[in-house]
């Protein structure tokens, strides 16, 4: 298979490589005064380079057994280029192809395989994801293809989300998430610089923090939460709870993909985010891409819950009992420093229910 995009680089490729070659051949005929036998003791020249005095640099012609290994080695190359694809688009006489070699080692593989992926054919994604056999492929699979974004624990991090918390943008149903695997996705926030001054940016910011009961000033809180229903309800929803069809995120239950400081939140509403998860369909095999389905589902939904996908449902935030007093119980996980004063603001302290 030949890469060039038109023949001109085809052709220039195979006159520099046999022209290479003659070149070579053409450079032992210029020099053929040095070929040939040894002549007799005395009568060699020297090229006058003397060292330390008394060691003269002899001009002997090249032996012979010499010359024949050029020649051969040209003859190789000529040889070489002939049967093997090496001029342009010429595919060689025999026909080799790495890329065909390639694809038949592929192809071998997955055949191998198909009996172990042969097994999940007929389960459902919650079956697989109780199967341990299922499950050492699966996350095999997650660590040669995804951990390098949602890092080897499916944490995430800064932009990734985490994918163990039970917390969606998009959804966690197995359908969805195998389209996200499958089709990729792309989270757009647009920017609000050309409408929101950053004085009014920090206000929804308090705002956008209050709704999931992390420190707020309440005078901000109140001028922001104006703000967002003119802005920003449209995607995230008048209650904040966000739009998974849309990609946008739920703000009230206290996860950030780009952290909760004021800092960030007003970043995310001047400037926007761009945020991609690419296609894996042509990565991944269909049946591969079942399975891993099921590991990244399996994450979230503790094997009880797994014959029942919808009743289980998220299992990110321990829900403090009904009843207990606001103050000191903040949802689980919420970073010590910002619980201090939950309940300063009455807006969404408890955790909510998804
Ligand atoms: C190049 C980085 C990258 C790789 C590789 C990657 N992802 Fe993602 N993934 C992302 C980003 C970024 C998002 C968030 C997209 C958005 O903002 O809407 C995402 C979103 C997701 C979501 C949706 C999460 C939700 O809350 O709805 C799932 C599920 C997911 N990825 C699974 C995977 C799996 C499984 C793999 C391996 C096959 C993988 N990702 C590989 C970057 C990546
Ligand atoms: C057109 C729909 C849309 C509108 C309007 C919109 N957002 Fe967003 N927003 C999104 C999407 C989609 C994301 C997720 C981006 C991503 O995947 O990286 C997002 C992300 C965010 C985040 C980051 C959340 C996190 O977990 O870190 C914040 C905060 C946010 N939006 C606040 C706002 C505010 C405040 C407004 C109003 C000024 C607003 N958004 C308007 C769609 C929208």
Redesign the pocket.
């Known amino acids: 298979m030949s890469d060039f995009v038109n023949g001109f680089w085809g052709i220039f490729i195979s006159v520099v490589a046999v022209g290479g070659v003659l070149w070579c051949v053409w450079l032992l005929y210029t020099q053929r005064r040095w070929l040939g036998a040894k002549p007799a003791a005395g009568q060699v020249e020297d090229t006058g380079h003397v060292w330390d005095g008394d060691l003269t640099e002899l001009n002997n012609p090249v032996p012979t057994w010499w010359t024949w290994m050029y020649l051969l080695a040209c003859l190789f190359a000529l040889g070489y280029l002939f049967f093997m694809p090496g001029l342009g688009s010429y595919k060689g006489q025999l026909g080799y192809s790495s890329t065909e070699e390639v694809a038949q080692h592929q192809a071998k593989m997955a055949n191998a395989v198909r009996p172990i992926y042969a097994r999940f054919e007929t389960m459902t994604v919650p079956q697989i994801s109780q199967d341990a056999g299922a499950r050492e492929i699966g996350q095999r699979l997650f660590l040669n293809n995804c951990a390098q974004c949602h890092g080897s624990d499916a944490k995430g991090g800064p ?1 990734f989300p985490n994918l163990t918390d039970g917390d969606w ?1 998009h959804g966690g149903s197995p359908e969805v998430i195998m389209k996200t695997i499958k089709e990729g ?1 792309h ?4 920017p ?1 610089k050309a409408a ?1 001054d950053a004085k009014a ?1 920090g206000d ?2 308090q705002y ?1 923090r209050s709704l999931s009961g992390l420190t707020a000033d309440p005078i901000r809180v109140f001028r922001g939460k104006r ?2 229903g003119n ?2 309800v ?3 929803g008048v209650d904040g709870k966000g739009n998974q069809l ?4 739920n ?1 009230t239950d206290d ?6 400081s004021e800092a ?2 007003v970043k ?2 001047l400037d926007g ?3 991609r998860m690419p296609a894996h369909e042509h990565i991944l095999n269909p049946e591969q891409i079942k399975v891993l389905t099921a590991w990244v589902w399996g994450l979230s939904n503790k094997p009880e819950a797994a014959g029942d996908v919808q009743a289980e449902g998220n299992t990110a935030v321990d829900t403090p009992a009904a009843g207990t007093p606001a103050a000191g119980t903040p949802a689980a996980g919420t970073p010590a420093a910002e619980t201090t004063a939950v309940g300063t603001v009455a807006v969404g302290t408890a955790p909510l229910a998804k």
């Open positions: 932009s943008l996705r989270g757009v926030m647009p609000w929101i940016a929804i910011a956008v703000e967002f802005f920003c449209a995607c995230h849309m990609g946008a995120p703000l996860v950030w993909l780009y952290g909760s960030s939140i995310t509403i985010r761009d945020n």
